[in-house]
């Protein structure tokens, strides 16, 4: 079996290199991402493996349908990049739902914590041999609220953390869990309670910009909003003017809604482009990190063994894959569909 690996950095071969040991599968691993632009390099191949700003749209649909790619393997847990309801009939698609939710969550605190108590400007005083303390007072997470908007794996560990530092946790979610320790509001009463709001759902058409001005207007003055979900889900136009406007207090991102050409790159020494990133990252309170939540070493050496499963599975299970994505609802967690056999 033959792996068309796309976006491939140093950090994602030794996890698949070791995955694939004693299997007859070769992976070829391409720097380039996967677009309209690449998609012929994947002639030849039955899986093209892809993270998460690779772009399967309708035309690259239709290029690996004509060469023959039996199967898009996703290599991460959020599917926003790929047109699944075209996939239909044409390819198949398999994600990885969860590799480590705790990498994503305990990145979101460390957000937190670094945007309150402002690590990264001592950091830089203290290189500098200057200790004073002025302009760094914070404030004490413990009998704060924090609002969680989606308590799936990662909402839901960020959720105990959050309780640890003795948080009142609340939360808004389509389908609230029971017992899972959260009170759950209406979206307005998240706004109106929250200290600190965290956005842990997926990008989906409902979801897009759900973080725009109108709904910043309904929050607290000085609210502390963590982004470790997608870039989408804020409008960063109406963040900006939240923060200069005073009504946001902070803000830790690490995503962004154009991140596509950018993050994962080294750009130090070019000049930015992106002037609404360039104007973020300005701020003092902002704290933008290039899509680093998921990586920690568990979470790569999980990423590799399922997506090699999944595969496998794909292959010698007559195409059966739990982890395949449901081509009419676009989703996996609350299918409705039948999940024992195939979508098509
Ligand atoms: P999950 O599927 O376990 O949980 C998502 C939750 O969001 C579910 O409970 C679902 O009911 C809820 N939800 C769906 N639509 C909603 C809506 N309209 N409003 C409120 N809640 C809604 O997913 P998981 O593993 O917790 O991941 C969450 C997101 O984190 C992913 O979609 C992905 O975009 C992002 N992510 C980011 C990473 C990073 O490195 N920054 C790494 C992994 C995931």
Known sequence: ??????????????????????????IKFFE????????????GYDVVCIFVNDIVNK????????????????????????????CYKKIHVVHVPAYSPYAVAEH???????????????????????????????????????????????????????????MR????????????????LTLDELYEQSDIISLHCPLTAETKHMIDEKAIAKMKKGVVLINTSRGGLIDTESLIKGIKERKIGAAGLDVYEEEGNIFFNDFSGHIM??????????????????????????????????????IISFFSNDGVCENELCYHCGQVSHCQHIRDKKCF
């Not at 946790?169 to 759950?184: H, I, L, R, W």
């Not at 003092?284 to 050496?301: C, M, R, S």
């Open 108 to 166: 979101s605190m460390g957000l937190l914590l670094t945007l309150n108590r402002r690590i990264h400007k001592a950091y830089i005083r203290t290189k500098d041999f200057n200790f004073s303390l002025n302009g760094f007072t914070g404030f004490d997470l413990h009998g704060k609220t924090v609002g969680i908007i989606g308590t799936g794996k990662i909402g839901c560990v960020f959720g105990d953390i959050c309780r640890g530092f003795g």
């Open 1 to 26: 079996m033959k792996i068309a690996f796309f976006d491939t950095k140093p950090y994602d071969k030794p996890g698949f290199e070791k995955s694939i040991e004693n299997n007859d599968i070769t």
């Open 169 to 184: 946790t609340v939360a808004y979610d389509s389908f609230p869990k029971e017992n899972s320790g959260f009170e759950y």
């Open 32 to 43: 380039a991402k996967l677009c309209e632009d690449t998609v012929q390099l994947a002639e």
């Open 273 to 310: 482009d992106d002037d609404t990133l360039a104007r973020l990252i300005s701020m003092p309170n902002i704290i933008v990190t290039g899509h680093q939540a998921f990586l920690t070493q568990e979470a790569l050496n999980n990423i590799a063994q399922t997506t090699i499963d999944n």
């Open 59 to 86: 035309e690259v649909i239709d290029k690996l349908y004509e060469y023959g790619v039996k199967l898009v393997a996703l290599r991460c847990a959020g599917y926003n990049n790929v047109d699944v309801k075209k």
